[in-house]
């Protein structure tokens, strides 16, 4: 078939911390603080990842963004509510 000896063939990662690093670099390069608080939450994250990501560079990326996103809209909606919540105590103050 032509084209054939052109292709490459992609390995996974060997090495699962190098996942977790591609994970932790794209969530933090989308500027979101990303702590995992102890070592079970962070164990179970990479245990999660490495089971999803199947090694692959891309989907650690991906997963790392995803969880950016998911995080910016947690502290969007929390915001949300707390300025709801001030508009309610002010509306109430007046009566």
């Known amino acids: ?3 054939e ?3 490459l063939q992609l390995q996974p ?3 699962p911390e190098s996942c977790w690093s591609i994970y ?3 969530v933090v390069a989308e500027r979101v603080e990303f702590n ?5 939450e962070s164990k179970q994250l ?3 990842l490495r089971s999803k990501c199947g090694g692959l560079p891309l989907a ?3 997963m790392g963004k995803i969880k950016a996103d998911q995080q910016r809209n947690a502290a969007a ?5 707390f300025l709801l919540s001030l508009t309610f105590v002010h509306e109430f103050a007046k009566v």
């Open 1 to 3: 078939m032509d084209g």
């Open 5 to 7: 000896e052109n292709l």
């Open 13 to 15: 990662l060997s090495d």
């Open 24 to 26: 932790k670099d794209s």
């Open 36 to 40: 995992p608080s102890d070592s079970k």
């Open 46 to 48: 990479k245990e999660n």
């Open 60 to 62: 650690a990326k991906l």
């Open 77 to 81: 909606q929390a915001q949300d509510a």
